[in-house]
């Protein structure tokens, strides 16, 4: 039998490294949503920042959904039947629905009442993993009540966003929403083309907290460009689950705060593995 060349050998052996290992980083980039849900649910010190946000914001979304599926669902899933079949048109007239409410709910509520919330559920997750040196860099963090890290939080004293408003994601958002016409892969796209943007903002705070510039914040997020990429898919596709919403808004803060604190220790771990420099020994080199 004839051997595989060695150029093949070499295609054959980076197999892992170009398709199974980002893939693998992929899937765990977007488990930390699902994390974000059980984490919330699970730490009961969360629930006031939600309780003070849930009911006005379901009652906005479920407003501004349900006057967009009155008004302009079946003029939009009519205007589709021309460009897709009849089947396709329903289907992904839904989610253009969806879409625009999402970012009609985001410039009306997540971007001017939401944030402050966000920041306060990310910075309790940081403290109560460990990163309190982190927070405190923006807002004093007492020692009382060392089981509620939300109790623990003081007002903060340099800017706090959690979420930078971007009118360059709501532009690009409402200029993208036309690859919905593309039957039954139209919505898979428009998700994966609006999550491009959308990934890297849930970590806004972490570069915040880092005191990073543009430079680092994008060189950081070039090296995960692909994670961040299919992190904000997941995270634009439960925007779209109408009563729920507002939920995963304020969980994904909490995956957001997790990915970072996980972030945070290999970070630490590799600076203090590059201090130590190369580790000597006097046994002899085995390949002698």
Known sequence: MAQPRPSAQNAIRNIPQVVVRPTWENAVACSYLPKGVVFFIAHPFLYPLLKARLLPAVLLSLFIITNLFVWTYIPQVLFLKLFQHSGSAWVNGTFLVLGEGAAVVALLFESFLVDESQVDIFDAV????????????????????????????????????????????????????????????????????????????????????????????????????????????????????????????????????????????????????????????DEPDATV
Request: proline share 7%; net charge positive; charged share 20%.
């Open 126 to 281: 940081l403290i109560y993993k460990g990163y309190e040196d982190l927070v405190r860099q923006h807002r004093p963090v007492t020692e009382d009540s060392l089981n509620d890290p939300v109790r623990r939080l003081g007002k903060p004293t340099r800017s706090s966003v959690y979420a930078p408003f971007s009118f360059r994601q709501i532009a690009e958002f409402i200029v993208l929403l036309p690859v919905n016409f593309i039957p039954y892969v139209g919505v898979p796209i428009f998700l994966l083309l609006t999550g491009f943007r959308a990934g890297p903002f849930q970590h806004w705070r972490y570069f915040q907290l880092l005191g990073f510039d543009r430079k680092q914040r994008d060189g950081f997020v070039a090296r995960r460009r692909w994670q961040y990429t299919w992190y904000g898919t997941v995270y634009l596709f439960l925007q779209l689950v109408p009563p729920f919403s507002m939920f995963f808004l304020m969980t994904a803060a909490a995956s957001s705060a997790l990915w970072a604190a996980d972030t945070e220790k290999a970070r630490r771990e590799h600076e203090a593995h590059v201090a130590q420099g190369p580790q000597y020994t």
